[in-house]
Structure formats: C-alpha cells, structure tokens
C-alpha cells in the first residue's frame, strides 16, 4: 500500500503562501523510507529564519493502517502543534487527508489537500472548518521537488 506515498519520496522546496512574491515561510522537506520499510518519515526544517529567531521544524510519519484501510500522516512541530489526517486514496491528481490539529490546549478538525502539479510539483492547502459548515483555507503551500538533494 505505500506505493501510494511514493510520490512524496525526496527532497523538496515548499513555501509559504504558495502564490506570494514574498513568502512567509521557506522549508526544505525530506522524505524517505525507513523502519523495514513499513513507513516514510519526513523532516521538514524553515530556511528562511523568522524575526523572532524561532525556525519551526517537523517530523512525519507517513503510511498505512491496515486496520482502518487508509493512508494516514502524522506530524509534530516544534511550535508545539501536531496533527493525524487520514486518506482513502489519490482521487486523479488529488489527495484529500482529514483529521485533527491540535495547538496547546485546543484541538479543531483539519482537512489537507494535495494536488500533483506536475511529477515534481505539489500544492497543499490546508483547511480549518468555516462558520457556514464548509472548509476555509488557512496555509497554501507549494512544493518543488529539489533534484540535488535527491537520492532519486
């Protein structure tokens, strides 16, 4: 079933908001396959440091529960926050993850959704629920895949 994640296998340059000249956040993300190769964990770091000196950086977990027969990904920060999202599969170039993000003390569901530009680009937005009942954006995000920093 991790098949499915290959996709994400590498080293990429993600920024956000995705479409600003001047980018809130630069990171550079890694991913690869690990554990007997049951899981791909990921680190992300922030390359462009913010004012207040503090980087935020991740690690992920992606894979499959064969229990719940889904994807899923977890991932901590180190602003304190973390979320698990789950997904039944890519949808044509789209991969809709839904679960919970919790910030300090509260907790509100998350919906991210990855769209496969190209082989090596991606978008991901993520999504907080809105007043009315949908799914407001909160983070866009793009992706490049970073070819020297590969090991494909």
């Known amino acids: 079933e991790l098949e499915r994640l290959e996709y994400f296998e590498g080293s990429w340059d993600c920024q956000q908001p995705a479409d600003n000249q001047e980018p809130s956040g630069k990171f550079t993300r890694d991913v690869k ?3 007997n190769d049951f ?3 990921g680190s992300t ?3 462009v440091i913010p004012d207040d000196g503090k980087p935020i950086n991740s690690q992920e ?3 499959y529960d064969v229990a719940a027969q889904q994807l899923i990904n977890s991932v901590v920060v180190s602003n304190g926050n973390s979320y698990t999202v789950a997904a039944d599969d890519w949808q044509d170039s789209k ?3 839904e679960g919970t993000i919790s910030m300090g003390e509260r907790s509100s569901p998350l919906r991210k959704e990855i769209v496969q530009d190209s082989a090596a680009k991606f978008t991901a937005t993520y999504f907080v629920p809105s007043p009315d009942g949908g799914w407001q954006p909160i983070v866009n995000e793009s ?3 970073n070819f020297q920093g590969s090991d494909n």
């Open 39 to 41: 899981w791909y964990l």
């Open 33 to 35: 396959r690990d554990l």
């Open 61 to 63: 977990f992606l894979g």
């Open 45 to 47: 770091a922030q390359t």
């Open 95 to 97: 991969l809709v993850w």
């Open 143 to 145: 992706c490049d895949r």
